[in-house]
């Protein structure tokens, strides 16, 4: 599982998602902003990018050719989005 998550974040999600948090986050700064449009943000940009680009690199086909059940697979990637979700709400 831990080499799953790994790969994950090495190969699978682009450095700009690691960034993204951090400037939506900014847009909390901004006096009478709309705070739950930063998480919204998140939602509707980052995570359909990142299947995007899993879509473009077939890394689907790629890391079930790996030896590792399905299961594990599918909580290597939530575990992704809950990371990049804690970076932005810290």
């Given at each position: 599982m831990y080499?799953?998550?790994?790969?994950?974040?090495?190969?699978?999600?682009?450095?700009?998602?690691?960034?993204?948090?951090?400037?939506?986050?900014?847009?909390?700064?901004?006096?009478?902003?709309?705070?739950?449009?930063?998480?919204?943000?998140?939602?509707?940009?980052?995570?359909?990018?990142?299947?995007a680009g899993y879509k473009t690199q077939n890394d689907l086909i790629f890391t079930t050719m790996l030896p590792v059940t399905k299961k594990d697979i599918v909580k290597a990637m939530v575990s992704v989005i809950v990371i990049l979700e804690l970076m932005q709400a810290s």
């Open positions: 080499n799953l998550l790994m790969k994950e974040l090495k190969l699978g999600v682009s450095p700009f998602f690691y960034i993204m948090p951090f400037l939506t986050g900014a847009l909390m700064l901004i006096p009478g902003w709309l705070y739950f449009l930063v998480l919204l943000y998140f939602c509707f940009i980052t995570i359909p990018n990142m299947f």
